[in-house]
């Protein structure tokens, strides 16, 4: 148990449908972030909220939607996806300098565009 | 461009010392981390170097040469439950930052 908390764990969807991953933590950590973890190639950074402000968007697709409501929650809404974006989604939190501070996961997302 | 290069695959005995090679080219440099990540679980934090030389923590060491862009992860004592995949990622410049390497699969035999 690494205080990080994602659900679903695994979900199944068509290009067509709306789905959201939801991810807590319970550290009262302030900086919460998105990883893509695909097989045969390195963890990327998808996106990064700093005290519920956006301050990383590393080139993701806009059918990818983060939403961070509070400092302990963060989504990723997901819409018209293509089947290369089946991937293992990480969250991940932080405290203080995000380049310090080592970074708690969650178990992911597994995620399966049909 | 962001570039971090780790063995694929690496394989040992329980008992055994292994060590997990990294070498990185990144704009930036804010530390070095290792993470363990064993098989359908979250990757879990194991050291950070951000000066030279080497940090231990138990079995468990991690050494960084930041003239030489590279780094080591050591596991001493091997034992069944270190097989995992060993991920090296850099701190780079921008804030949020962190370059991951593939990972090594690290397989222990008995």
């Known amino acids: 148990e690494t205080g990080v908390t994602q659900t679903p764990r695994h979900l199944v969807m068509g290009m067509t449908n709306k789905k959201s991953l939801k991810c807590e933590q319970h550290?009262?950590?302030?900086?919460m972030y998105w990883y893509k973890q695909s097989a045969k190639k390195p963890l990327e950074l998808m996106f990064v909220y700093s005290l519920e402000e956006r301050v990383e968007n590393n080139s993701v697709p806009s059918r990818f939607s983060p939403e961070c409501p509070n400092s302990s929650h963060l989504f990723l809404h997901l819409h018209t996806l293509q089947p290369e974006d089946s991937a293992l989604y990480l969250c991940a939190s932080s405290q203080g300098q995000i380049n310090t501070g080592e970074l708690f996961f969650g178990e992911g997302s597994r995620l399966t565009v049909l | 461009g962001q570039n971090i290069d780790q063995p694929t695959e690496m394989t040992a005995t329980e008992g055994a010392i292994v060590q997990i090679n990294c070498t990185y080219q990144?704009?930036?440099?804010?530390?070095l981390f290792w993470y363990q990540q064993h098989a359908g679980e979250a990757p879990t934090f194991l050291s950070y170097?951000?000066?030279?030389g080497l940090e231990e923590k138990g079995r468990f060491s991690s050494f960084l040469s930041r003239s030489k862009g590279y780094s080591y992860l050591l596991l001493k004592e091997l034992q069944m439950k270190d097989s995992a995949s060993y991920l090296c990622?850099?701190?780079?410049?921008?804030?949020?930052?962190?370059?991951f390497g593939r990972g090594t699969q690290l397989t222990v035999w008995p």
């Open positions: 550290l009262g950590h302030n900086a």
């Open positions: 990622a850099v701190g780079g410049s921008t804030l949020g930052r962190l370059y």
């Open positions: 990144t704009s930036g440099f804010n530390g």
């Open positions: 170097n951000v000066l030279d």
